[in-house]
């Protein structure tokens, strides 16, 4: 007899399916095999035929491929800067936590990370500075169907990160702020589209908010002050992933496991 699975509800296939990776690399332009068509290949292979059959059919090209695409984001989400895909949250979920279980999510933003545990079944934790988001986030669950299981904590993370019970959070999933990509003029194509459309271009314009700090050594000692109080209302097999943001000659990253090799995944954000 097996040991029991202690980290998640998949099955032998279902995990060694997650631990794969699939990497796709664009042929020429005259090519009629785009990304886009095998991106239709897989979902109707999918549809058609299940998962399973899928998988017999076409390997790792369905289930990897389809998870690299983000679905379409409705009105609300775009309202935010800098979102990612609720997709790529509900697979680490499902990698790493058991239905029912409990996630941290500290710089929730728009609330993707609540909107993957409605999805997955895992009741979800979100603190947002702004309140713009809050609203935001808190309609998207409503309209999600979501119910109390996911909680939306109007606040700073420093300070609202002190509220939450010793040991009470199996998994802290997050992507921060970005330092200083937001704050620049509407140079780059997708900042320059957002201002063609009125969208918001910045987070806020709060002192508080971490984006709007224009030294870099003093927004990692900030962000670190926010990693550091992880600890100890984490549970000892909590797993916390955060994206990774290169400036010129500069990197952060940081991730932290207990009992298993750390791995950082960089989820990168969406900027349109």
């Known amino acids: 007899m097996g040991r029991e699975n202690k980290?998640?509800?998949?099955t032998n296939r279902q995990w060694l399916q997650a631990t794969k990776s699939f990497w796709h690399t664009q042929g020429d332009g005259e090519s009629a095999w785009t990304q886009q068509r095998r991106m239709e290949l897989c979902q109707w292979v999918l549809?058609?035929?299940?998962?399973?059959q899928a998988e017999a059919m076409l390997g790792q090209l369905a289930p990897s491929?389809?998870?690299?695409?983000?679905?379409?984001?409705?009105?609300?989400?775009?309202?935010?800067?800098?979102?990612?895909?609720?997709?790529?949250?509900?697979?680490?979920?499902?990698?790493?936590t058991k239905e029912g279980q409990t996630v941290l999510d500290p710089f929730v933003g728009s609330?993707?990370?609540?909107?993957?545990?409605?999805n997955s079944k895992?009741?979800?934790?979100?603190?947002?500075l702004v309140d713009e988001w809050v609203q935001v986030t808190r309609q998207r669950l409503d309209d999600a169907g979501a119910g109390t299981e996911q909680q939306v904590l109007a606040g700073d993370a420093k300070?609202?990160?002190d509220e939450i019970a010793p040991e009470s959070m199996d998994f802290v999933v997050t992507s921060p702020p970005y330092w200083s990509i937001l704050g620049k003029d509407a140079g780059m194509k997708a900042q320059t589209e957002r201002v063609e459309r009125d969208l918001p271009t910045k987070y806020s314009e709060q002192r508080a908010d971490l984006g709007n700090i224009e030294d870099y050594e003093v927004f990692?000692?900030?962000?670190?002050?926010?990693?550091?109080?992880?600890?100890?209302?984490s549970t000892t097999s909590t797993f916390s992933f955060i994206k990774s943001?290169?400036?010129p000659d500069r990197h952060y990253s940081s991730t932290r496991s207990s009992g298993i090799q750390p791995e950082v995944v960089s989820c990168e954000k969406e900027l349109i």
């Open 220 to 233: 990692l000692q900030s962000l670190g002050e926010v990693f550091a109080k992880w600890s100890p209302i």
């Open 245 to 247: 943001q290169r400036q």
């Open 47 to 52: 549809e058609s035929y299940g998962e399973e």
């Open 65 to 96: 491929a389809l998870y690299s695409i983000a679905p379409p984001r409705e009105k609300l989400k775009l309202l935010h800067p800098a979102t990612f895909s609720e997709r790529d949250i509900e697979r680490l979920l499902r990698l790493f």
């Open 159 to 161: 300070k609202k990160l």
């Open 122 to 128: 895992r009741q979800g934790i979100g603190i947002e």
């Open 111 to 118: 609330g993707s990370t609540l909107i993957a545990c409605h």
């Open 7 to 10: 980290l998640n509800d998949l």
